[in-house]
C-alpha cells in the first residue's frame, strides 16, 4: 500500500529491498555504516546525512565502510561489479568525483565496449548533487551534464520520492554503469512510494503537467520550480506543460518532441553550469527535430557561469526559481508566430 | 431566502480523492443547468473529468477560478432563479463553509483495509449504510477498485457497498489463488466469509462480470442479484489487441492505444490513468502474473470459459449493461444472457459503461438491487 514518505527514505527503502532480494547487492562508501563522529558501526549513523541507517542492522557486512579515497572505493566497486557482484558505491557529494574520473569514465563506460560486450559493469555510484545548502562551491555542483557527455554510463536524476525509489531500483538491477544524481534538498521532500517493489523505466520522461501553451523542460530540483513557475502562468491564462526527464543518459526526447510539437514554445530549466549542459543539449535537439513547429525562440534558464557562492544572499540568487523560469516562458508567449 | 440557492461542489470521485484542481469551467453565468450537463473540467492525480451538474437551475456566480485547488466539497458555483438578488449570493457565498469530512473519512488509512484471504492480502473498503445487503463490486482484468470511482457513493446512498482489488490486482497482493473463474469465485466466496457478508449484491465489470456470473452458479445462497457490465463469459471473441497489449505495454507510448480500447470515446484517456496503470504493472511479479491469468482465460483470443448457463441455473435476477461501442468485448453477445435478465445496450459508450456512463449505470443498479 502507498504512503508518504520521504526521498531519502525512499532511496533507503530501495536499497533495503534489492539488498533482500539479491545477495549479490553490496554497498560501500564512506561513513555509510557508522558516521561522522560516532563510535562507528555500534551508533550505524548510516552516512553523512543518515540516508542508510539500519541498513547495516539488517545486512550486516555486506555494507563496507570505506577509508577516504574515494579513487579506490569507486574502482573497487567498479571492479566488484565487472565480477559479478552489484555494488552501490555512495560517493557523499558528485563534486568529489573528480578524483575517480579515470575508473568512471575509462574503466567502467569501456568495458562492456572494449571487452566486446563479454563484460559487463552493474555498478551504482549514488552522490548527491545541486546547490540551496549552504555548503560552498565544493558541495554544491551539479555536475549531471558531465556524465551525460560520457558514452556507456546512465545517468539518472528524480524529482520525486515514487520515481526515486523505482529508478533506483531499476539502477540497481540495470547491467551497466548508473550514476544516481539525488538532489540534497530533495531529502525531506514526501511523496506516494508503494511499499512493494517496483521499477521505473529508463529513457521515459514524466509530463507532470498538461499545458497547450509553453513546454517546460526540467529534471530534478528544478521541476518544482518549474511547477511553481506554471500555477504562477495558469494565473494568467497560460497552460504550461511540465515534463521531468528523470534520466538524462539515455533521454526521452520523443515525449519533449511531442510537447514541443503540440505548444511550439519551449523553456528548457537545468540547475548545472550554462555551457554544454542538458538545456543546451535539448534545445540543440529540439531545432534539429522540431524547427517547424517552434512559434518563439527557445528559453533557457540556467544559473550564471559561475562557481556556486558561500553568501546565502548570493547562492538563493544562483540557483533558477519559479518566477524566472515564468518570466522566461512569458518571453516566448509575447515573441515569434502566434 | 437561502432555500432556492443551490450550491455546485467540488465532487469526491473515489475513496481516496481529498482535493481537485480546477481546469476550466465549461458553462457560462447566466446559463441554464440540466442535471447531467457537463459544467466543469477539474483534475486529481488520478483522472481529469467533467463535472457533470448533480442539480438543475440558473448558473448565477462561478465561485472557483481555474488553477486553484479546492477541498472535496468545497463551493465551486452558485444556482438561484432570477428572483434571487446579488446581495444574497454573495451572503451564501460568505457564509458556506466546506462540510467537515464524515466520520471514517478523515483518513486514507481508515477508508481502506487490509484483509488475509487464503494467504493473499487483499485492499477493501466499506461504504454507506450499516444495514442491509450490500452491494459488492468486482473489477476486472488489470483494473482496481478506483474503476467505480463514480459509482461507490452514489451507490452508497441507498445500500452498504464493498470494493475490493481482487488478488494480484490494485494494491492485493500480487499472488493468484488459481487463474480459473471458478478459483477466482472461491476467493471472492472466502474474501465475503472474512469480512463477515453471507449476501451481496454483485457488480461485476468485464472479468469481473464473469467471476460474478460464476459465483452465482456455484454459491447461489451467498447472491442476491446480479448485475454485468460487458461481462465475459457470455461467448467466444475477445480483443486481444487489448488483453495481450494490456499485458505487453511497457511505455506510456505503447500503453495509451490500448487503453484507448476501452472506451468509446479514447479522450477520456488520460495522462493520470494511464500512469496509474504503468505504476501498477512496474510492480514486481505483476506482468508476469497478468501474463498467466490472460493466458489461461483468453488463450489465442478466445474466451476460454462461458458462465451464460452457470448463471442461469442460479435464478437470481440479472441485470446485464453493455456499451454498444464495445471494442474489448463485442456487445452482440449481451444476446446471449440468460432468459429473464433484463438487458441495456448504452449508446455512445465503449467497454466501462461505468465510467463513462456513471448516471445510467448507477440508476439501472440502484433500480435492479431495489434502492
Known amino acids: 500500500m502507498a504512503r508518504k514518505i520521504s526521498m531519502k527514505l525512499a532511496i533507503n527503502e530501495a536499497i533495503d529491498q534489492e539488498m533482500s532480494r539479491d ?22 549513523w548510516g552516512g553523512v546525512l543518515g540516508v542508510t541507517k539500519g541498513l547495516y542492522a539488517k545486512h550486516g557486512d555486506r555494507l563496507l565502510d570505506t577509508p577516504l579515497s574515494e579513487s579506490a572505493y569507486i574502482g573497487a566497486a567498479i571492479g566488484a561489479a565487472a565480477c559479478g557482484m552489484r555494488p552501490i558505491a555512495e560517493l557523499m557529494f ?33 552522490a548527491m548533487v545541486g546547490a540551496g545548502f549552504r555548503a560552498a562551491a565544493q558541495h554544491s555542483q551539479m555536475l549531471t551534464p558531465l556524465f551525460t557527455h560520457i558514452p556507456g554510463l546512465k545517468v539518472v536524476c528524480p524529482s520525486t520520492p515514487y520515481d526515486t525509489k523505482g529508478l533506483l531500483i531499476q539502477s540497481i538491477r540495470d547491467n551497466d554503469p548508473v550514476i544516481f544524481c539525488e538532489h540534497k534538498n530533495l531529502y525531506g521532500f514526501e511523496g506516494d512510494v508503494p511499499e512493494k517493489s517496483y521499477t521505473v523505466p529508463f529513457g521515459e520522461a514524466s509530463v507532470v503537467r498538461d499545458g497547450k501553451d509553453v513546454s517546460i523542460v526540467a529534471y530534478g530540483l528544478m521541476v518544482h520550480r518549474a511547477l511553481e513557475a ?64 517552434l512559434k518563439a525562440q527557445i528559453e533557457m534558464v540556467t544559473p550564471p557561469h559561475v562557481p556556486v557562492p558561500f553568501s546565502p544572499a548570493l547562492e538563493d540568487l544562483y540557483i533558477p526559481g519559479g518566477p524566472q523560469i515564468a518570466d522566461a516562458a512569458r518571453r516566448t508567449m509575447k515573441k515569434g508566430k502566434t | ?92 457565498v460568505a457564509a458556506y463553509v466546506v462540510p467537515a469530512a464524515s466520520e471514517g473519512e478523515e483518513e486514507e488509512g481508515s477508508v481502506f483495509q487490509t484483509v488475509t484471504v487464503d494467504g493473499i492480502g487483499v485492499r477493501y473498503a466499506r461504504r454507506g449504510l450499516e444495514a442491509g445487503t450490500p452491494v459488492l463490486f468486482i473489477h476486472g482484468f488489470g483494473g482496481d477498485l478506483d474503476n467505480w470511482l463514480f459509482n461507490i457513493d452514489a451507490v452508497a446512498e441507498h445500500s452498504p457497498v464493498i470494493v475490493f482489488d481482487l488478488p494480484g490486482h490494485g494494491q492485493s497482493d ?7 473463474l471458478e478459483a477466482l469465485a472461491v476467493f471472492v466466496v472466502h474474501f465475503l466469509d472474512a469480512i463477515n457478508v453471507k449476501q451481496a449484491h454483485l457488480v461485476g465489470h468485464s472479468l469481473g462480470g464473469a467471476i460474478a456470473a460464476q459465483l452465482a452458479g456455484d454459491a447461489p445462497d451467498r447472491v442476491a442479484s446480479v448485475t454485468l457490465i460487458s461481462p465475459a463469459g457470455f461467448g467466444a471473441e475477445i480483443n486481444t489487441a487489448y488483453t495481450g497489449g494490456f499485458v505487453e505495454a511497457r511505455s506510456r ?57 452457470a448463471l442461469a441455473a442460479s435464478g437470481k435476477p440479472v441485470l446485464v449493461l453493455w456499451g454498444r461501442d464495445d471494442h474489448v468485448i463485442p456487445s452482440a453477445h449481451a444476446a446471449n444472457a440468460p432468459e429473464g435478465a433484463t438487458v441495456k445496450i448504452l449508446e455512445g459508450t465503449g467497454h466501462m459503461a461505468m465510467l463513462e456512463k456513471a448516471h445510467e449505470v448507477n440508476a439501472a443498479i440502484g433500480a435492479h438491487v431495489g434502492g
Open chain 1, 23 to 44: 545477495p549479490t547487492v553490496i554497498m560501500m562508501g564512506e561513513d555509510i555504516v557508522g558516521g561522522a563522529g560516532g563510535e562507528g558501526e555500534k551508533d550505524a
Open chain 1, 94 to 126: 558528485i563534486d568529489f568525483m573528480g578524483v575517480c574520473f579515470d575508473q568512471i569514465f575509462n574503466q567502467a563506460a569501456k568495458f562492456r565496449y572494449m571487452f566486446g560486450g563479454k563484460a559487463e559493469t552493474p555498478v551504482v555510484i549514488r
Open chain 1, 230 to 293: 506554471a500555477a504562477l502562468l495558469a494565473k494568467e491564462g497560460i497552460e504550461a506543460e511540465v515534463i521531468d526527464l528523470r534520466t538524462l543518459s539515455p533521454l526521452d526526447i520523443d515525449t519533449v518532441l511531442e510537447s514541443v510539437e503540440k505548444t511550439g514554445r519551449l523553456v528548457c530549466v537545468d540547475e548545472a553550469s550554462p555551457r554544454c549542459n542538458i538545456a543546451t543539449d535539448i534545445s540543440a535537439q529540439v531545432a534539429m527535430q522540431a524547427f517547424g513547429a
Open chain 2, 1 to 92: 431566502m437561502a432555500g432556492p440557492i443551490t450550491p455546485i461542489v467540488m465532487p469526491k470521485w473515489g475513496l481516496s480523492m481529498k482535493e481537485g484542481t480546477v481546469n476550466a469551467w465549461l458553462v457560462e453565468e447566466g446559463a441554464t443547468i440540466e442535471v447531467g450537463m457537463p459544467i466543469l473540467d477539474v483534475e486529481t492525480d488520478k483522472l481529469a473529468s467533467n463535472v457533470e451538474a448533480a442539480d438543475a437551475g440558473l448558473l448565477r456566480r462561478r465561485i472557483a477560478q481555474p488553477g486553484e485547488v479546492l477541498p472535496v466539497k468545497a463551493l465551486l458555483g452558485v444556482m438561484a432563479p432570477t428572483g434571487v438578488s446579488e446581495e444574497e449570493i454573495d451572503a451564501y
Open chain 2, 174 to 180: 500480487v499472488k493468484l489463488p488459481g487463474t480459473t
Open chain 2, 253 to 309: 507510448r505503447e500503453l495509451k492505444p490500448v487503453l484507448e480500447l476501452l472506451f468509446a470515446d479514447p479522450a477520456l484517456v488520460s495522462r493520470q490513468m494511464i500512469d496509474g496503470m504503468l505504476k501498477y504493472k512496474r510492480m514486481d511479479g505483476v506482468e508476469p502474473l497478468l501474463a498467466e491469468l490472460g493466458a489461461a482465460l483468453f488463450k489465442d483470443g478466445r474466451q476460454t470459459a462461458r458462465t451464460v448457463d
